[in-house]
């Protein structure tokens, strides 16, 4: 089963009440920015370095997919842009889950 973060963000759900309890009800988790869906960083209102660090606390191994429309200059039109923009926001996991 799917846990998406996205949606239970913007239904205010209590995302970290949700992993802690059901954890082990979920095969894998999607991500997005709330609002907008746009890519993951500090301008979002869901802070994805602390929720990525809950569910690493489960001892979850399964997936966690980034669903995003990229806002990225170009990343529409170069070849594999998109995949370089996926790297940026892995490293922005990188980065702030370390703690």
């Given at each position: 089963m799917l846990y998406?973060?996205?949606h239970a963000g913007m239904m205010k759900e209590d995302i970290f009440a949700?992993?802690?309890?059901?954890?082990?009800?979920?095969?894998?988790?999607h991500t997005g920015g709330v609002p907008g869906r746009n890519e993951i960083d500090e301008t979002q209102t869901l802070d994805y370095a602390k929720i990525l660090k809950a569910i690493a606390d489960t001892g979850f191994k399964g997936y966690v997919a980034q669903e995003f429309i990229s806002q990225a200059e170009g990343c529409h039109e170069e070849p594999g842009a998109g995949d370089r923009d996926l790297r940026r926001v892995m490293g922005y996991f990188a980065v702030?889950?370390?703690s």
């Open positions: 998406d973060i996205y949700d992993i802690k309890e059901h954890h082990d009800c979920w095969g894998h988790f702030n889950t370390t």
